[in-house]
């Protein structure tokens, strides 16, 4: 019988979850790249295909930021939000508009992985566009997940609408869901309050997008990933990041003493979140912090 507990350190030799299924070497996962000392795991590769590989109910948290499939392609946008430079479309391809039907099959697929290797009463927690995000909706309450918030991460140094078509965009919805409706929510509700210095923290969270010393054309503010798994983990829990981009989750999780396993297809973006993770770009320290001497 596999223990659960183990998942983390046999992911190597994790052939699947259907523990007598036979496979040749082809099937083993070997890691892009493995930091024991950080506990933080890479795998390039198609989220879904490694994802399969994880058995059932063993991950504590699953932080996502799929591709959001809702850019033209070509167009090259100059940034002033934090993010270096530009963001040329050309290259972000995973940004590319799909079709809608492509896009539902596409949430479907990972999602329903995601669900099976959560625990019961463990939580994922999506980020996406005000496209994006509504298929996505869709999908989690087909699967049957229970939707607890939608979180608006509301950017204050948000950049203008450039050609002036529309309102200024200065936010962008996380959802966050319940494997199913079964089961205590594992939420650190208390801690949260006591990080908001005593008041209940509310689905809107503010923050100053920083600038980064690398170039992903859509790295998440760490700041998102504190709260985020500050309050859906404990220390020493095992998180998923099945879109990993730029490693901004395992980044954060390996300050805040969780175990991380990160999945990305671009291998240059591997080359990226490796060379983060052994602080080429900065340690990070921690933004949140309970004021114990109030
Ligand atoms: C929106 S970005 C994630 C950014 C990330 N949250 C960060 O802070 O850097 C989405 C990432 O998913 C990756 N991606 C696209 N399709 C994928 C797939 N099928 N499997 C794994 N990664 C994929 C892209 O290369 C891209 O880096």
Redesign the pocket.
């Known amino acids: 019988m596999y223990k659960l507990s183990e998942t983390f350190n046999k992911l190597e030799s994790l052939l699947c979850a259907e523990q007598e299924a036979e496979y040749g070497d082809q099937n083993e996962l070997v890691p892009f790249y493995y930091n024991i000392d950080k506990k933080i795991k890479l795998f390039q590769?198609?989220?879904?295909s490694?994802l399969k590989k994880i058995p059932d109910s063993c991950i504590d948290m699953i932080?996502?930021?799929?591709?959001?499939f809702g850019n033209q392609s070509g167009l090259t946008i100059k940034r002033n939000d934090g993010h270096a430079d530009t963001f040329d479309t050309q290259k972000?391809q995973?940004?590319y508009s799909k079709s809608l039907s492509y896009q539902f099959e596409?949430h479907y697929a990972?999602l329903k992985e995601a669900q099976r290797i959560l625990k019961q009463g463990s939580t994922v927690w999506i980020?996406g566009t005000y496209h994006s995000i509504g298929v996505i909706n869709v999908v989690l309450q087909d699967l049957g997940f229970k939707i607890l918030n939608d979180i608006i991460l509301y950017k204050k140094n948000a950049p203008p609408n450039f050609k002036g078509s529309c309102f200024r965009a200065v936010t962008e919805t996380m959802l966050w869901a319940k494997k199913n409706v079964n089961g205590k929510t594992k939420f650190n509700y208390k801690y949260m309050k006591e990080l908001n210095g005593g008041v209940q923290m509310k689905n809107i969270w503010e923050y100053w997008a920083e600038k980064n010393p690398f170039r992903?054309?859509?790295?998440?503010?760490p700041i998102i990933?504190e709260y985020a798994i500050l309050a859906g983990s404990n220390e020493g829990d095992l998180i998923v990041?099945?879109?990993?981009?730029?490693?901004?989750?395992g980044f954060v999780a390996q300050e805040l003493n969780r175990k991380c396993i990160m999945?990305?297809?671009?291998p240059d973006?591997c080359q990226l979140i490796k060379k983060r993770i052994e602080g080429e770009y900065g340690e990070y320290r921690r933004k949140t912090k309970i004021k114990r001497d109030l």
């Open positions: 590769g198609d989220a879904l490694i932080f996502a930021d799929p591709p959001y972000a995973w940004a596409f990972w980020t992903h054309p859509a790295t998440k503010q990933l990041d099945p879109f990993a981009g730029s490693g901004t989750t999945i990305e297809l671009d973006y």
